[in-house]
């Protein structure tokens, strides 16, 4: 069992950055790979961002390709989302997830290729 806990959200402006992170229980961290998807009202969850076992290969969805970044530090069993240039529409509730999958990680896209989940972080971009 893997517990997930986010953090650093928050009520930013238009331009502003924040840094989420996600710590995690469990000492498989490294086992792993490990993703972030936002959900904003009204919306299904969707993808953000995916990173590897070891950090070393990430993917992101277009909508934040060039404004956010995924890393993870293996030693402290936290994943982090750096988000700069946040605009109104990246408002939403944050969750990281971890998946157990093999797969290479640009295919790691679903909800359904996750299967543990931190409660979400709310993330609120005003104009």
């Known amino acids: 069992q893997v517990q997930l806990v986010e953090s650093g959200g928050g009520l930013v402006r238009v331009g502003d950055s924040l840094r989420l992170s996600c710590a995690t229980s469990g000492r498989t961290f490294s086992s792993y790979a490990m993703g972030w998807f936002r959900q904003a009202p009204g919306k299904e969850r969707e993808f953000v961002a995916v990173?590897?076992?070891?950090?070393?290969?990430?993917s992101y969805a277009d909508s934040v390709k060039g404004r956010f970044t995924i890393s993870r530090d293996n030693a402290k069993n936290t994943v982090y989302l750096q988000m700069n240039s946040l605009k109104p529409e990246d408002t939403a509730v944050y969750y990281c997830?971890?998946?157990?999958?093999?797969?290479?990680?640009?295919?790691?896209?679903?909800?359904?290729?996750?299967?543990?989940w931190g409660q979400g972080t709310q993330v609120t971009v005003s104009s």
């Open positions: 997830a971890a998946s157990p999958l093999s797969h290479a990680i640009v295919v790691l896209t679903k909800t359904t290729h996750y299967a543990y």
């Open positions: 990173v590897s076992r070891s950090g070393g290969s990430t």
